[in-house]
């Protein structure tokens, strides 16, 4: 029986087409002799082993045929209308690259045809400006330096024998002048060459890009055409081919990946080997918005089940709505895969603060009883409400206990966080034990007296929860954390993490508790610059030791590269540091993809920029862009309500969605900056980043110092996110004077 392999195609096909495709493909698979396929090789082809194949009267598919051990090995590269099929079949050269050690699917030009001409330049087109009144035209444009270090650093000779790059992608390379050419180059090479000149025009060493490509150069000894080689070489290619044999199910779900969700199959070499290494300890994955972290995680969790199907899995993140989220996603790229309830064997997919629930309500009395003492001081009964804001209780047990101290200390927001990261992350009862208690990491230093004062307040705001038989969250998750420290069985064998940069002090206690330390314990995915709730606080206070375990992701898949620059931009002059306390490099991440470059509009008032928001909303919809693949986000939530009202006056359907949900079929998505977390859309409108609204004042002023710049680094951080949900297209309006934080 002929074996089939996938490349990973660039070309989309329509919905009939597509099932035409894969119908041909599954009677290949059976026999490729099968009448009606129509197996035939090329006229004067650039690769002998070049194929079409009969899909219908008006489309052909291409394949390259290998001798694999007696049987066919076809490789599929992709569907075309007959004549552009026929082209591409002639043109094409299945071959080994030998500097990059990978197979891969080469463009040669026709023969006997002029070389492939260079394609005209790429310019991005002119945002039309927006119909308002003259006095109230938005200003616009970011202009975003770029700079192609391919030609200080390459010539086309040692571009094509050092880094493998064909000739006339070399020489188009090094002629790129923008990022919009350098992506039209790149988009007409093999993957990997692609991968290799992006790294290279960034400025990177060729070691450095060999080894994030987990290429390992072959020598020159070899016939890079050699079928044996090949056949080799694309079972076991790392990311860019699929074998599938003749596996019909494989041969399925590696095709429909390839016009939608291309991560479920075809994944970037350093993302497949974040999947399948094999760790001694807690691991830790950064990389900035977009680069693949949740893909990562949820072939790692994939994995881990195949090689241990009664392994308990733990899949978890900051909130209950990003949890619902993973688990759709785990079901897209396998719904074989058993998602259930904690401590069953499975995946488990769910909100830390949900975890830290269930731990309750399976622990015994007792123990439950043990535990909270431990946290909470002894007397407290059942913990039967749970609460999630705490802004009031802080303040009546400020009004009650009337502490001595100067007012910035006894905020809210402040005591909040002394009362997570000090309070309960070192599970103090009694007030010897908080002024002697480790406060590492929080910016404000108080004396003994100071901590005896603000003990009176944590006192009070306990004993008025013991009264109302309450608890916090963050009480839960260190209750949960003591019960299983206790001993008994713990949950999980395997735990990996997402959004960790946003987890508060008692999350990590817990989530250290959950799974004994060891081999493959902890997973831990964050990106430091998307850090918008609670306070840093370094994973090495709870036992979780990296130690050397720390890895970056760098490439973007999300978003174009002007996005990227321009998002990259606004976190420039903020230092930003991860959850071990080393800083974080803002460089180096990069994207293949290229479009407009962002625009800024600001115009004189607050209805003039509801216009700007809906024409150009319109715009996007007169060019096809579906109204579910718009959101509009906003710091404020007066300014999600103009927006639904602008945009319900001129008939474009659109409604207000929250916790990492969206509008839906139909609808522009309205949201807040905080919802946005972990989703994304084609073109985004970030309204509202005038002055007054952003960074938003109420979440800083007052705070102590030190509390204050870390406050602003989180408004500074959610212009990130926001910024970084656009895949295409990214415009940021505002209304009189642009916040500080927007870069125009
Ligand atoms: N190998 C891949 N091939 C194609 N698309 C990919 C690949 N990896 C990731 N993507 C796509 O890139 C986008 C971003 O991926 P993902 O959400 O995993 O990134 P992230 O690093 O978790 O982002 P964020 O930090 O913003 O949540 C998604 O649309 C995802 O499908």
Same mark, same amino acid.
């Given at each position: 029986?002929?074996?089939?392999?996938?490349?990973?195609?660039?070309?989309?096909?329509?919905?009939?087409?597509?099932?035409?495709?894969?119908?041909?493909?599954?009677?290949?698979?059976?026999?490729?002799?099968?009448?009606?396929?129509?197996?035939?090789?090329?006229?004067?082809?650039?690769?002998?082993?070049?194929?079409?194949?009969?899909?219908?009267?008006?489309?052909?598919?291409? $394949?390259?045929?290998?001798?694999?051990?007696?049987?066919?090995?076809?490789?599929?590269?992709?569907?075309?209308?007959?004549?552009?099929?026929?082209?591409?079949?002639?043109?094409?050269?299945?071959?080994?690259?030998?500097?990059?050690?990978?197979?891969?699917?080469?463009?040669?030009?026709?023969?006997?045809?002029?070389?492939?001409?260079?394609?005209?330049?790429?310019?991005?087109?002119?945002?039309?400006?927006?119909?308002?009144?003259?006095?109230?035209?938005?200003?616009?444009?970011?202009?975003?330096?770029?700079?192609?270090?391919?030609?200080?650093?390459?010539?086309?000779?040692?571009?094509?024998?050092?880094?493998?790059?064909?000739?006339?992608?070399?020489?188009?390379?090094?002629?790129?002048?923008?990022?919009?050419?350098?992506?039209?180059?790149?988009?007409?090479?093999?993957?990997?060459?692609?991968?290799?000149?992006?790294?290279?025009?960034?400025?990177?060493?060729?070691?450095?890009?060999?080894?994030?490509?987990?290429?390992?150069?072959?020598?020159?000894?070899?016939?890079?055409?050699?079928?044996?080689?090949?056949?080799?070489?694309?079972?076991?290619?790392?990311?860019?081919?699929?074998?599938?044999?003749?596996?019909?199910?494989?041969?399925?779900?590696?095709?429909?990946?390839?016009?939608?969700?291309?991560?479920?199959?075809?994944?970037?070499?350093?993302?497949?080997?974040?999947?399948?290494?094999?760790?001694?300890?807690?691991?830790?994955?950064?990389?900035?918005?977009?680069?693949?972290?949740?893909?990562? $995680?949820?072939?790692?969790?994939?994995?881990?089940?195949?090689?241990?199907?009664?392994?308990?899995?733990?899949?978890?993140?900051?909130?209950?709505?990003?949890?619902?989220?993973?688990?759709?996603?785990?079901?897209?790229?396998?719904?074989?895969?058993?998602?259930?309830?904690?401590?069953?064997?499975?995946?488990?997919?769910?909100?830390?603060?949900?975890?830290?629930?269930?731990?309750?309500?399976?622990?015994?009395?007792?123990?439950?009883?043990?535990?909270?003492?431990?946290?909470?001081?002894?007397?407290?009964?059942?913990?039967?409400?749970?609460?999630?804001?705490?802004?009031?209780?802080?303040?009546?047990?400020?009004?009650?206990?009337?502490?001595?101290?100067?007012?910035?200390?006894?905020?809210?927001?402040?005591?909040?966080?002394?009362?997570?990261?000090?309070?309960? /992350?070192?599970?103090?009862?009694?007030?010897?034990?908080?002024?002697?208690?480790?406060?590492?990491?929080?910016?404000?230093?108080?004396?003994?007296?100071?901590?005896?004062?603000?003990?009176?307040?944590?006192?009070?705001?306990? $004993?008025?929860?013991?009264?109302?038989?309450?608890?916090?969250?963050?009480?839960?998750?260190?209750?949960?954390?003591?019960?299983?420290?206790?001993?008994?069985?713990?949950?999980?064998?395997?735990?990996?993490?997402?959004?960790?940069?946003?987890?508060?002090?008692?999350?990590?206690?817990?989530?250290?508790?959950?799974?004994?330390?060891?081999?493959?314990?902890?997973?831990?995915?964050?990106?430091?610059?998307?850090?918008?709730?609670?306070?840093?606080?370094?994973?090495?206070?709870?036992?979780?030791?990296?130690?050397?375990?720390?890895?970056?992701?760098?490439?973007?898949?999300?978003?174009?590269?002007?996005?990227?620059?321009?998002?990259?931009?606004?976190?420039?002059?903020?230092?930003?540091?991860?959850?071990?306390?080393?800083?974080?490099?803002?460089?180096?991440?990069?994207?293949?993809?290229?479009?407009?470059?962002?625009?800024?509009?600001?115009?004189?008032?607050?209805?003039?920029?509801?216009?700007?928001?809906?024409?150009?909303?319109?715009?996007?919809?007169?060019?096809?862009?579906?109204?579910?693949?718009?959101?509009?986000?906003?710091?404020?939530?007066?300014?999600?309500?103009?927006?639904?009202?602008?945009?319900?006056?001129?008939?474009?359907?659109?409604?207000?969605?929250?916790?990492?949900?969206?509008?839906?079929?139909?609808?522009?998505?309205?949201?807040?900056?905080?919802?946005?977390?972990?989703?994304?859309?084609?073109?985004?409108?970030?309204?509202? /980043?005038?002055?007054?609204?952003?960074?938003?004042?109420?979440?800083?002023?007052?705070?102590?110092?030190?509390?204050?710049?870390?406050?602003?680094?989180?408004?500074?951080?959610?212009?990130?996110?926001?910024?970084?949900?656009?895949?295409?297209?990214?415009?940021?309006?505002?209304?009189?004077?642009?916040?500080? $934080?927007?870069?125009?």
């Amino acid at each position: 029986m002929p074996f089939v392999s996938m490349a990973s195609a660039k070309n989309k096909l329509d919905g009939s087409v597509q099932k035409l495709a894969m119908s041909f493909l599954q009677k290949l698979q059976v026999d490729d002799t099968a009448p009606g396929l129509h197996i035939e090789p090329m006229k004067q082809p650039r690769d002998p082993r070049a194929r079409t194949g009969r899909v219908n009267d008006m489309y052909r598919a291409v $394949l390259f045929k290998l001798e694999s051990d007696g049987e066919p090995h076809y490789v599929y590269v992709g569907t075309w209308p007959h004549d552009e099929a026929i082209d591409i079949a002639r043109s094409r050269v299945l071959k080994f690259n030998l500097a990059l050690g990978a197979p891969e699917v080469e463009d040669r030009g026709l023969i006997d045809e002029a070389p492939v001409e260079p394609q005209p330049t790429y310019v991005p087109p002119t945002p039309p400006q927006p119909e308002v009144s003259e006095e109230r035209q938005p200003s616009g444009g970011v202009v975003l330096e770029w700079t192609n270090h391919l030609r200080e650093n390459w010539t086309q000779e040692r571009l094509e024998s050092e880094a493998g790059i064909s000739a006339d992608g070399a020489r188009r390379a090094l002629a790129a002048t923008t990022q919009a050419e350098l992506s039209e180059v790149i988009d007409a090479l093999p993957e990997m060459q692609g991968l290799a000149i992006l790294g290279l025009a960034n400025g990177d060493e060729l070691a450095d890009v060999l080894d994030e490509l987990g290429a390992q150069p072959a020598g020159s000894v070899q016939d890079p055409q050699d079928d044996a080689l090949l056949d080799k070489a694309i079972r076991e290619s790392k990311g860019q081919f699929v074998f599938v044999g003749d596996n019909p199910d494989e041969l399925r779900e590696a095709f429909e990946s390839l016009d939608f969700d291309k991560w479920r199959v075809f994944l970037h070499p350093e993302q497949r080997k974040y999947v399948e290494t094999a760790t001694s300890g807690p691991y830790r994955l950064t990389g900035g918005a977009g680069t693949g972290k949740t893909v990562v $995680l949820l072939h790692r969790a994939r994995s881990l089940y195949r090689a241990n199907p009664n392994a308990r899995i733990l899949l978890t993140t900051y909130t209950r709505a990003l949890a619902k989220s993973l688990s759709l996603q785990l079901t897209r790229l396998d719904s074989s895969l058993p998602q259930v309830e904690m401590g069953k064997p499975g995946i488990t997919i769910a909100g830390m603060d949900q975890i830290a629930a269930q731990v309750l309500r399976d622990a015994p009395a007792s123990a439950l009883e043990a535990a909270t003492a431990s946290v909470l001081g002894p007397g407290r009964n059942t913990l039967s409400v749970k609460l999630g804001r705490v802004d009031e209780d802080f303040e009546e047990a400020v009004d009650m206990a009337s502490p001595e101290l100067p007012e910035p200390l006894l905020q809210p927001r402040f005591l909040d966080q002394e009362y997570q990261s000090v309070v309960l /992350a070192n599970g103090v009862v009694e007030e010897k034990d908080y002024v002697r208690a480790s406060r590492s990491g929080r910016g404000t230093a108080l004396n003994r007296g100071a901590r005896q004062e603000l003990w009176k307040v944590f006192a009070q705001f306990r $004993l008025s929860h013991r009264m109302k038989d309450a608890a916090t969250f963050p009480e839960i998750a260190a209750i949960a954390a003591a019960v299983l420290r206790a001993g008994g069985s713990l949950p999980f064998d395997h735990v990996l993490v997402d959004e960790a940069q946003d987890f508060s002090a008692p999350h990590w206690l817990l989530l250290r508790a959950l799974v004994a330390e060891g081999a493959d314990d902890l997973f831990i995915a964050e990106d430091s610059h998307q850090r918008i709730y609670g306070q840093k606080v370094p994973m090495s206070r709870f036992g979780i030791n990296i130690r050397g375990r720390s890895r970056r992701l760098r490439l973007n898949y999300r978003t174009t590269a002007e996005n990227l620059a321009y998002a990259m931009s606004l976190l420039s002059g903020a230092e930003y540091s991860d959850l071990d306390d080393e800083k974080v490099a803002e460089s180096g991440y990069r994207s293949v993809r290229s479009g407009p470059t962002p625009s800024v509009l600001t115009v004189s008032d607050s209805a003039a920029e509801v216009d700007v928001v809906v024409s150009r909303i319109r715009e996007w919809m007169s060019a096809g862009v579906a109204p579910e693949a718009i959101a509009v986000l906003v710091r404020s939530e007066k300014n999600a309500t103009r927006a639904v009202d602008g945009l319900t006056r001129v008939g474009i359907p659109s409604s207000v969605a929250t916790g990492g949900s969206v509008a839906g079929k139909g609808k522009v998505t309205v949201m807040t900056m905080h919802s946005s977390k972990g989703l994304e859309f084609q073109c985004v409108v970030v309204m509202g /980043a005038g002055a007054g609204d952003l960074p938003a004042k109420w979440t800083f002023e007052g705070l102590p110092e030190a509390e204050q710049s870390d406050a602003l680094l989180r408004e500074r951080s959610l212009l990130y996110v926001a910024a970084t949900r656009a895949r295409d297209e990214l415009v940021i309006t505002a209304s009189g004077e642009p916040s500080e $934080l927007v870069r125009r």
